[in-house]
């Protein structure tokens, strides 16, 4: 009996001792609005919705006070298509189901507030059916002042949730964002997307102040991100448990089955994100170990010394081409071709425009021009080149009849 006792203290210890070294454990999160120093977040998470042409068939009654224009729009949130009217009155005044029984006459107008350049009205809560949640899903709804019917509206998150982690033995601010608009902070990218989606709207998004600068950064350095499994700090890897409601994440140290990508392209650096684990990768000549998975590049830099030592930097995207996706499930290494030798591609759009710029003016054609810089796996780079962080001149162009004479020249403009 008494050896069985140690055998099982034993066994606990044993238990005890490795969950010590590996898990990182749970956290609890905390709900916060939204304020102006987090629009980095906010914006990451905006979600366009086109007006609906007619009045929607299920709407059952506007409200009784509505006195404007009325222009409808049909929300994809909570899982459902929320009804919303907006009555352009003055202010105008926003009308939304938030109920879900396709009824107006029982809501209350969110009025709009302005910056002067946007109209904002909120926050909006709903209620998520059969989830009890501390904090209903909570949205802000932004439209352009000069649009009287607006063409659409912005969705934004009124709000995220946050904690300070440990891992590793450092604390870290973590934050989680609802940028699917479920009411639930655990939906993770599923990849491939979908041709002209935005990433933001189909998966949740986490944000990791890894350089611990009090801020979440997501230019040079990618620290927001959509959500995947795990995410990596130093090299080191932390599976993610989140729950449904935001309440609570869960992270333990994990060494994931890994893969090799090698791009041939030495001063490639590129971000990467992921079902797995969102990456950025630099250095190492341009061939690192990734835990197996799927992978999207989001942005890419090229970044070459001449030999004055001057650093060049081209940046790019990968809309089309290899590096859009990236399959890294079932190899131990893969070879992708990207860089150089670049090739320039220009193309021509032809457009009617009249003097004001606006669209759909009769007097005389305009011709956009537009550069771009491609690589070997068809990544797209902007003709915007730096040396030591200064923009070179942006380049010249001729164009020249059939016979070779100079028809137009000019300059390009970046924009
Ligand atoms: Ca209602
Ligand atoms: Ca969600
Ligand atoms: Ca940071």
């Not at 964002?177 to 491939?192: E, I, Q, T, V």
């Not at 942005?299 to 001449?306: F, H, M, N, P």
């Not at 089309?320 to 131990?332: C, H, N, S, T, Y």
């Amino acid at each position: 009996m008494k050896k069985g006792v140690v055998v099982a203290a034993c066994a606990v210890w044993i238990i005890t001792g490795a969950s010590l070294i590996w898990a990182q454990g749970e956290f609890p999160m905390k709900y916060t609005q939204f304020s102006t120093s987090d629009q980095n977040m906010q914006y990451r998470c905006m979600k366009h919705v086109m007006k609906a042409e007619h009045s929607p068939s299920r709407m059952k009654a506007l409200p009784r006070d509505f006195s404007g224009r009325a222009t409808y729009f049909l929300a994809p949130l909570n899982g459902r298509q929320v009804l919303m009217v907006m009555d352009s009155s003055t202010p105008p005044n926003l009308y939304v189901d938030t109920n879900g029984n396709d009824d107006l006459s029982d809501e209350k107008p969110f009025t709009a507030t302005t910056d002067g350049q946007r109209t904002q009205f909120g926050p909006i809560s709903f209620s998520s059916p059969g989830v009890k949640e501390e904090v209903p899903l909570s949205i802000r709804v932004e439209t352009f002042l000069r649009d009287a019917v607006p063409q659409y509206l912005t969705l934004m998150p009124d709000g995220f949730y946050s904690s300070t982690v440990q891992l590793g033995g450092e604390s870290y601010s973590l934050a989680l964002l609802d940028a699917n608009f479920d009411g639930r902070y655990n939906s993770p990218l599923a990849l491939p997307i979908p041709a002209n989606s935005l990433t933001g709207s189909l998966s949740d998004i986490i944000a990791l102040d890894t350089n611990k600068d009090g801020n979440f950064d997501c230019v040079q350095r990618m620290e927001i991100y959509p959500l995947a499994k795990m995410v990596a700090v130093n090299d080191v890897y932390y599976s993610l448990k989140i729950a449904p409601t935001g309440a609570t994440v869960n992270l333990e140290k994990v060494a994931p089955p890994m893969s090799s990508l090698d791009v041939k392209c030495p001063g490639a650096e590129l971000s990467l994100w992921s079902d797995i684990c969102p990456t950025q990768t630099s250095g190492s000549e341009g061939k690192w170990k990734l835990p197996a998975g799927r992978y999207m590049t989001n942005s890419i830099r090229l970044v070459k010394k001449d030999s004055q030592g001057a650093e060049w930097v081209l940046t790019g995207t990968a809309r089309e081409g290899k590096l859009r996706d990236i399959d890294l499930r079932q190899k131990k290494s893969a070879v992708l071709k990207m860089g150089p030798p670049l090739v320039m591609k220009v193309q021509a759009y032809k457009f009617f425009g009249n003097s004001s710029g606006a669209p759909g003016g009769q007097n005389g054609s305009q011709v956009s021009v537009n550069m771009s810089l491609v690589g070997q796996a068809a990544e797209q780079y902007s003709a915007r080149i730096t040396k030591d962080g200064h923009n070179l001149p942006p380049p010249k162009f001729k164009i020249l009849s059939a016979a070779g004479k100079i028809m137009e020249s000019g300059d390009f403009e970046y924009g």
